[in-house]
């Protein structure tokens, strides 16, 4: 081997070592590490979580409830006879709710659900010379009956609708991250390259003035030589900016990721395929749910029509007193009753009537007690259904129309994303063959060069030129990969 060749050699090692920097990971290693420590990517997962919280919270099954809620006083009075009087009472001493099937979406709405009191009402008095309680327990139970059709689907379509969009936000994220993580790889490459070039065009003109100068072509006090000169400060400022833009560009990358850049060392060759076999994206899922949802909104108007419901009560109360004078004259009085009730009200938009039957038993007496009741008016919710029906079907109409852009706007990407790959093919193509010509080219001056036919700058510049195409390369298989990103943005 010459000395030529081995020159050439070194020259070529030296090229190939320049073309990256000393990188230490894979470019999937980087963005993986970046994955795992950025602050953006711990803050998207919190607020994933977040959401499916709210999610779950308002999903959360009603379920048998209790309450206990007692009260009680007592009043001592200062007077010449002393007196002391306890009063235990409570409204819903005891609560019970039991809930039904139907869960009403709106405040205010009917329900199926049964609920079960306790109250209780007392006095006791204690005095110098007489005695006295009363005590009155009371338990009612009562359940609604609901007639009609009542939508029990719509609370369901929205919490998916939810699940979806939570989804679809949090991947969305992710491959934004990824996106804005190549865009800075290749401002990397970019910046590498241009530094590279710089320097080069500086070695170039440094030569190109000492050349000159050892050939008397000018001299230091000529108008050209400053020129050169002015032409030569220009590059060095030009590198001092790259290099100013290359530490802010590693800044940038350190908040971002919260990782210090080192760089890649191999990049994978993307296999861009559209798949084919793939499910709605999840913009055509949530339009398709959202299209459900206000088809049961229109279903729910057209029901809530014929809805009635239906009251039934019941309840058993009793009381229970006692009167006592502690004096020569003693006497006492005592006084029980007992009641039971069951009750009936029934109702509808413009109509309602309710009816009770009530036994009571004092002492030794007993008394029946017939109720009943009724309500009309006029149906002044018709204008407000008309409008709540017409404002149902607009929003029919704008799902349907909503969907139908979704989906044409799927098959719009899916083109452009296939546009996009051949498009990618096609210039991954075109670099392959330009280095190929470049590696030949080289070999070509090589040859050249052993007969001496070839100069070392024509040499090097022949290298200088693979080295610059290899960040080209680079720059290719980076758009490649945020092609594929494209891909995978389909599926959202």
Known sequence: MTTKSKKLIVALMVATSLTLPIFAQS??????????????????????????????????????????????????????????????????????????????????????????????????????????????????????????????????????????????????????FKENLLNLFKAFNTNAKNIEATENSIKLSEKNISDKLALDFYNDTSVTYKSDMATLQNLKNTLANLNSQKEAMLTQYKNYTGEDYVGIDTVEVPFLEIPSNTNDSLSVQIAQLNLQIAQNDVDEVNKSKDRSSAKLSGGLSTTQSDYGVLSDNYYSYDYSSYTGTVGLDYGTDNLSFNGSVSLTSENSDSSLTIGLGGRWTNDTSTRVDLIESKKSSNNLISAQNTLSNVLLTSSYDKINAQSEIDSWNFKYSQIQDSLKIAQDNIELDQQMFDLGLKNQQEVDASIFNLSQLKYDELDVLLDGWITELTIESLAL
């Open 27 to 176: 470019l999937q290693s980087s963005i993986e590490v970046a994955l795992k420590k950025s602050d953006t990517i711990k803050s998207l997962e919190i607020n994933k979580q977040q959401s499916l919280l709210t999610v779950e919270l308002s999903n959360v099954d009603r379920e048998v409830s209790y309450a206990v809620a007692p009260y009680v006083s007592s009043t001592v009075e200062d007077s010449s006879t002393s007196t002391y009087s306890l009063s235990p009472n409570a409204s819903h001493l005891v609560s019970i709710n039991i809930p039904g099937s139907y869960e009403p979406t709106t405040s205010g709405a009917a329900t199926d659900d049964t609920n079960v009191n306790f109250d209780l009402n007392s006095t006791i008095v204690f005095s110098d010379n007489e005695t006295y309680y009363s005590t009155s327990p009371t338990l009612s139970v009562d359940h609604t009956f609901l007639f009609g059709e009542y939508d029990t689907d719509s609370k369901d379509l929205n919490e998916q609708v939810n699940l979806l969009s939570i989804e679809k936000t949090y991947r969305q994220g992710i491959i934004s």
